[in-house]
Structure formats: structure tokens, C-alpha cells
């Protein structure tokens, strides 16, 4: 497979990154999963404008969009598949151990992924472990994953594919890669960006196509909820037959099925050739 790296495209087997890469080291870093369908991305420019977003809440210098966008077109073309996910990674670069920042400006890595299509539905479960809503990393996509990690692992444990979070004040929050709504006497809700949640770019197109409300919601408002979903890039809209022990059945419901299929109609508007 071809990836980007060092600002040219490069075999994923012989390509090399610095072992004292702040990336790998302290997890100096941030990325972005864009979906591409047929060779075209879906959304870059909103996902360009949350990694600079990102970068600046790391103080990491601006990254290059151009850069970025001649890299996607070539990993894509250079890897065709029907559906993709390119991970865009930019990180601190290289240094020595201890010190701020990589000394020779960011690592920007950009690779092709996750081909495959999700189910309509899936199982979810809570996790104990809060997500900090006043962090210094709320809202920001970094590459400091392993509490998601974790959590996953976890969800796995439970035949789940997803884990979601409370806040530190017992509100709910997000997945470990996906955001969440809830669908109570038939209006949609998602946590607000208060929450802490990341301000997914899935999450932001529902809201804006369905008009998804943002509510301040408590976490045990998943043991009533009608019907329950997730939104992510890996996941498009996906339905949820089971949080925890409780069984949603029939899902995806009437409401998620509808934000599903208008997920799908609108979200060929969005594609960039
Ligand atoms: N929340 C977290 C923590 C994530 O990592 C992601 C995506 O990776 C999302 C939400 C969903 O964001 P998007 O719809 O932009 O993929």
C-alpha cells in the first residue's frame, strides 16, 4: 500500500518514522479518519478545518491544507477502493525524550483504511470512566487515544462495539469514536459540545439535515430512550439494539431509519471530487 509521508507518496512497508517521534513518545499528536466513496473525499474541508483546530489547541503550527489535499488525491488514487477511510496523523515530530516539541517540524502522515461497510445496528455499553468536559484536550482530536483504547477493549469484553461516556457531572457525553443521540417521544437529542464530546463531523450533519436538538442529557436517560443511535465516519449513522442490558428491539427505529436515510441522500452533496 502507498501512504504519504515526508511530503511524497511511499510504500507502507518501507516507510519510517522516528522512533523519538513525539507522536509515538508522549502522544504529540493529532488526525483525522475522512470517508472517501469512488475516490472522492467526503467532507475534507470541514475535517481540514477541525485538524487546524486541533492543531492550534496543541500549539502545533497550522498544517498545510494544500499539502493535505494533494496528499488525500494521491493516497486515493494510488489505493482505489470503493469505499475508504484516510487517516490524516500530524504530530509534534522528532526530538529528543523530555523536550517540548520535535526539533524538525511535524510528521504528517497520510494512509488509507477501513474498507468495510457497518451493520445498521449494534450493541453499546456505559463505562464507569468519565470523559473530562474542562481538560486541556476537550474537543480537540489528538492521537492520545488510549482511554479509548480501554474502553473498547471493554466493549468488546460484552459483544458491544462501542463504549460511551459520562462527564466528570454525570451527564452523557460521546462513544470512544463516535457521538450519540437519543430519540425521546419521537425528537431527536444529542449531547451538547459542552459536554466535552468531540464536535464530530458526523454529528454536526445530522444535527444541521434532521434538526437534532442540543440537550444537556443525563446518562441514565439511555435506560428510557425510545431509540438510540451513533454517528461517526466509520459508522455513518448507526442504529443501537442494545445498551448494556437492555434490549432495543426493532432497531434501527422509525426516527434513526429516517436520519439514516437522510444521512445517505444528503451526504452525496458533500463529496469533493
Ligand atoms: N467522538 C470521538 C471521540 C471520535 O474519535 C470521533 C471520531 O473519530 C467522533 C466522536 C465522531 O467524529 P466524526 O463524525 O467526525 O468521525
Known amino acids: 500500500m502507498k501512504i504519504w ?10 516507510a519510517r ?29 470541514r475535517h481540514l478545518d477541525r485538524l ?31 469505499l475508504g477511510r484516510l487517516r490524516i496523523t500530524y504530530t509534534g515530530g522528532h526530538g529528543p525524550l523530555g523536550s517540548d516539541r520535535g526539533e524538525q517540524g511535524p510528521t504528517l ?16 455499553i456505559t463505562v464507569p470512566w468519565t470523559r473530562n468536559e474542562r481538560g486541556a484536550l476537550t474537543g480537540l482530536k489528538t ?21 460511551l461516556f459520562a462527564n466528570t457531572a454525570g451527564r452523557l457525553c460521546e462513544g470512544t469514536g463516535s457521538n450519540v443521540f437519543v430519540v425521546l417521544d419521537g425528537e431527536i437529542h444529542t449531547p451538547p459540545l459542552a459536554s466535552g464530546c468531540l464536535a464530530g463531523i458526523t ?23 425510545d431509540e438510540v443511535f451513533l454517528t461517526s465516519t466509520l459508522r455513518d449513522v448507526q442504529g443501537v439494539h442494545r445498551v448494556d442490558g437492555r434490549e432495543l428491539p426493532g432497531a434501527p427505529g422509525p ?9 445517505t441522500e444528503r451526504s452525496g452533496d458533500d463529496l469533493d471530487p
Request: proline share 4%.
Open 5 to 14: 509521508l515526508d511530503g511524497g507518496l511511499q510504500d507502507s512497508g518501507s
Open 17 to 45: 518514522v522516528s522512533v523519538f517521534d513525539h507522536g509515538l513518545t508522549v502522544g504529540d499528536g493529532i488526525f483525522e479518519t475522512v470517508k472517501t466513496v469512488d475516490g472522492a473525499t467526503f467532507a475534507l474541508t
Open 52 to 82: 487546524t483546530r486541533s492543531a492550534r489547541g496543541l500549539g502545533l503550527p497550522d498544517p498545510d491544507h494544500d499539502e493535505i489535499r494533494r496528499a488525500c488525491a494521491a493516497v486515493v488514487e494510488a489505493n482505489p477502493v470503493p
Open 109 to 124: 502522515v497520510v494512509a488509507l483504511g477501513g474498507t468495510t461497510r457497518r451493520a445498521d445496528s449494534t450493541a453499546v
Open 143 to 163: 492521537t492520545s487515544y488510549a482511554e479509548n483504547v480501554v474502553a473498547l477493549a471493554r466493549a468488546h469484553q460484552h459483544d458491544a462495539t462501542e463504549a
Open 203 to 225: 454529528r454536526e450533519l445530522t444535527v444541521e439535515w434532521t434538526g437534532a436538538k442540543e440537550t444537556d442529557l443525563p446518562l441514565d436517560v439511555l435506560e428510557r430512550a
Open 255 to 263: 426516527v434513526t431509519a429516517k436520519a439514516m436515510r437522510i444521512f
